[in-house]
Protein backbone atom coordinates (compact mmCIF):
# COMPACT_ATOMS: atom_id res chain seq x y z
CA UNK A 1 0.00 0.00 0.00
CA UNK A 2 1.59 3.50 -1.23
CA UNK A 3 1.74 6.12 1.79
CA UNK A 4 -1.19 9.12 1.49
CA UNK A 5 -0.23 12.10 3.72
CA UNK A 6 1.57 9.92 5.96
CA UNK A 7 -0.85 7.53 6.61
CA UNK A 8 0.14 3.50 6.21
CA UNK A 9 -1.01 0.34 9.00
CA UNK A 10 -1.76 2.25 11.38
CA UNK A 11 -4.93 3.65 10.55
CA UNK A 12 -5.87 -0.21 9.60
CA UNK A 13 -5.05 -1.13 13.00
CA UNK A 14 -6.86 1.59 14.69
CA UNK A 15 -9.76 0.76 12.98
CA UNK A 16 -9.64 -2.82 13.96
CA UNK A 17 -9.28 -2.28 16.96
CA UNK A 18 -12.06 0.78 17.54
CA UNK A 19 -14.58 -1.78 16.12
CA UNK A 20 -13.20 -5.01 17.89
CA UNK A 21 -14.42 -2.44 20.95
CA UNK A 22 -17.37 -1.32 19.21
CA UNK A 23 -18.21 -5.42 18.30
CA UNK A 24 -18.13 -6.28 21.72
CA UNK A 25 -20.38 -3.01 22.97
CA UNK A 26 -22.98 -3.98 20.47
CA UNK A 27 -22.79 -7.84 21.59
CA UNK A 28 -23.18 -6.31 25.59
CA UNK A 29 -26.35 -4.44 24.01
CA UNK A 30 -27.92 -7.77 22.66
CA UNK A 31 -27.66 -9.12 25.76
CA UNK A 32 -29.04 -6.31 27.99
CA UNK A 33 -32.14 -5.99 25.56
CA UNK A 34 -32.79 -9.97 25.83
CA UNK A 35 -32.17 -9.59 29.28
CA UNK A 36 -34.83 -6.50 29.87
CA UNK A 37 -36.86 -8.13 27.36
CA UNK A 38 -37.08 -11.76 29.13
CA UNK A 39 -37.40 -10.00 32.34
CA UNK A 40 -40.60 -8.13 30.74
CA UNK A 41 -42.31 -11.25 29.58
CA UNK A 42 -42.05 -13.35 33.11
CA UNK A 43 -43.05 -10.64 35.45
CA UNK A 44 -46.04 -10.12 32.88
CA UNK A 45 -47.24 -13.28 32.42
CA UNK A 46 -46.07 -15.52 34.53
CA UNK A 47 -45.88 -13.38 38.04
CA UNK A 48 -48.25 -10.85 36.86
CA UNK A 49 -46.98 -8.05 37.90
CA UNK A 50 -46.19 -5.21 36.01
CA UNK A 51 -43.08 -3.96 35.31
CA UNK A 52 -42.95 -0.44 33.48
CA UNK A 53 -39.17 0.21 33.34
CA UNK A 54 -38.52 -2.67 31.30
CA UNK A 55 -40.65 -0.95 27.90
CA UNK A 56 -38.04 2.39 28.61
CA UNK A 57 -34.82 0.65 29.13
CA UNK A 58 -35.52 -1.77 26.16
CA UNK A 59 -36.76 1.50 24.30
CA UNK A 60 -33.07 2.99 24.78
CA UNK A 61 -31.20 -0.55 24.16
CA UNK A 62 -32.85 -0.87 20.86
CA UNK A 63 -32.00 2.78 19.71
CA UNK A 64 -28.43 1.90 20.27
CA UNK A 65 -28.30 -1.04 18.83
CA UNK A 66 -29.76 0.22 15.98
CA UNK A 67 -26.88 3.12 15.29
CA UNK A 68 -24.13 1.21 16.76
CA UNK A 69 -25.21 -1.57 14.28
CA UNK A 70 -25.18 0.72 11.65
CA UNK A 71 -21.51 1.91 12.36
CA UNK A 72 -20.36 -2.27 11.99
CA UNK A 73 -22.40 -2.62 8.72
CA UNK A 74 -20.46 0.13 7.33
CA UNK A 75 -17.05 -0.85 8.89
CA UNK A 76 -17.67 -4.83 7.03
CA UNK A 77 -19.31 -2.92 4.31
CA UNK A 78 -22.60 -4.73 4.46
CA UNK A 79 -24.82 -1.92 3.04
CA UNK A 80 -26.26 -2.50 0.48
CA UNK A 81 -25.18 -1.14 -2.87
CA UNK A 82 -26.08 -0.85 -6.44
CA UNK A 83 -22.89 -2.24 -8.44
CA UNK A 84 -24.25 -3.10 -11.95
CA UNK A 85 -22.89 1.00 -12.22
CA UNK A 86 -19.77 0.48 -11.00
CA UNK A 87 -18.59 -2.67 -11.85
CA UNK A 88 -19.03 -1.06 -15.43
CA UNK A 89 -16.88 1.76 -15.26
CA UNK A 90 -13.15 2.14 -15.52
CA UNK A 91 -11.14 2.12 -12.62
CA UNK A 92 -10.19 5.11 -12.22
CA UNK A 93 -13.23 6.53 -12.75
CA UNK A 94 -15.03 4.32 -10.17
CA UNK A 95 -12.09 5.70 -7.94
CA UNK A 96 -13.69 9.29 -8.33
CA UNK A 97 -17.39 7.71 -8.10
CA UNK A 98 -16.32 6.33 -4.71
CA UNK A 99 -14.91 9.34 -3.32
CA UNK A 100 -17.73 11.83 -4.82
CA UNK A 101 -20.47 9.42 -2.75
CA UNK A 102 -17.98 9.08 0.65
CA UNK A 103 -17.49 13.19 0.58
CA UNK A 104 -21.66 13.16 0.37
CA UNK A 105 -22.19 10.53 2.40
CA UNK A 106 -19.74 12.03 5.20
CA UNK A 107 -21.56 15.65 4.55
CA UNK A 108 -24.64 13.42 5.75
CA UNK A 109 -22.63 12.30 8.52
CA UNK A 110 -21.72 15.50 9.76
CA UNK A 111 -24.93 16.53 10.12
CA UNK A 112 -25.99 13.48 11.56
CA UNK A 113 -23.68 13.93 14.21
CA UNK A 114 -24.41 17.55 14.87
CA UNK A 115 -28.25 17.28 14.90
CA UNK A 116 -27.98 14.29 17.48
CA UNK A 117 -26.13 16.17 20.00
CA UNK A 118 -28.41 18.89 19.49
CA UNK A 119 -31.04 16.31 20.51
CA UNK A 120 -28.70 14.86 22.88
CA UNK A 121 -28.49 18.29 24.58
CA UNK A 122 -32.03 18.70 24.73
CA UNK A 123 -32.66 15.50 25.99
CA UNK A 124 -30.79 15.77 28.95
CA UNK A 125 -33.28 18.42 30.38
CA UNK A 126 -36.45 15.84 29.74
CA UNK A 127 -36.76 12.44 31.75
CA UNK A 128 -38.20 8.99 31.03
CA UNK A 129 -41.29 9.02 33.55
CA UNK A 130 -40.75 5.48 35.08
CA UNK A 131 -37.25 5.88 35.58
CA UNK A 132 -36.27 8.65 35.43
CA UNK A 133 -33.28 8.66 33.25
CA UNK A 134 -32.67 11.42 31.00
CA UNK A 135 -34.15 11.29 27.31
CA UNK A 136 -30.89 12.59 26.42
CA UNK A 137 -29.18 9.05 26.98
CA UNK A 138 -31.13 7.98 23.98
CA UNK A 139 -30.17 10.44 21.74
CA UNK A 140 -26.38 10.09 22.14
CA UNK A 141 -26.82 6.96 20.33
CA UNK A 142 -27.38 9.07 17.14
CA UNK A 143 -23.66 11.49 17.41
CA UNK A 144 -21.98 8.36 18.26
CA UNK A 145 -23.41 5.95 15.64
CA UNK A 146 -22.63 8.93 13.38
CA UNK A 147 -18.85 9.36 14.39
CA UNK A 148 -18.35 5.70 13.94
CA UNK A 149 -19.30 5.74 10.73
CA UNK A 150 -17.79 8.59 9.44
CA UNK A 151 -14.16 7.29 10.88
CA UNK A 152 -15.34 4.30 9.10
CA UNK A 153 -16.13 5.92 5.99
CA UNK A 154 -13.26 8.48 6.19
CA UNK A 155 -10.23 5.80 7.28
CA UNK A 156 -12.04 3.34 3.93
CA UNK A 157 -11.15 6.39 1.64
CA UNK A 158 -8.18 7.18 2.75
CA UNK A 159 -6.71 3.50 1.81
CA UNK A 160 -8.48 3.40 -1.30
CA UNK A 161 -6.45 6.45 -2.12
CA UNK A 162 -3.53 5.20 -0.89
CA UNK A 163 -4.06 2.16 -3.35
CA UNK A 164 -5.52 4.01 -6.03
CA UNK A 165 -8.35 1.59 -6.85
CA UNK A 166 -12.15 1.81 -5.21
CA UNK A 167 -13.06 -0.67 -3.33
CA UNK A 168 -17.25 -0.85 -2.50
CA UNK A 169 -19.41 -3.20 -0.94
CA UNK A 170 -19.94 -6.71 -2.83
CA UNK A 171 -23.41 -7.44 -3.91
CA UNK A 172 -25.61 -8.88 -1.61
CA UNK A 173 -25.18 -12.72 -2.65
CA UNK A 174 -28.71 -14.54 -1.09
Known sequence: MRKLFGIDGYVTIMRRYIFLITEAFLFSLILSVLAVV???VVTRYALTISTPWTGEIAQILLVWIVMIGAALAM???EHYTISFIIDNVPERLRLIILILVNILGAIFLVLLVYIGWEYFLNGLRRTYMVTGLPRGV??????VGAVLMLFSMVSQSLEALAE?????AAPYNA
Do not use: I, T, Y
Open 75 to 77: ERK
Open 38 to 40: VVQ
Open 138 to 143: MFLALP
Open 164 to 168: GKAQH
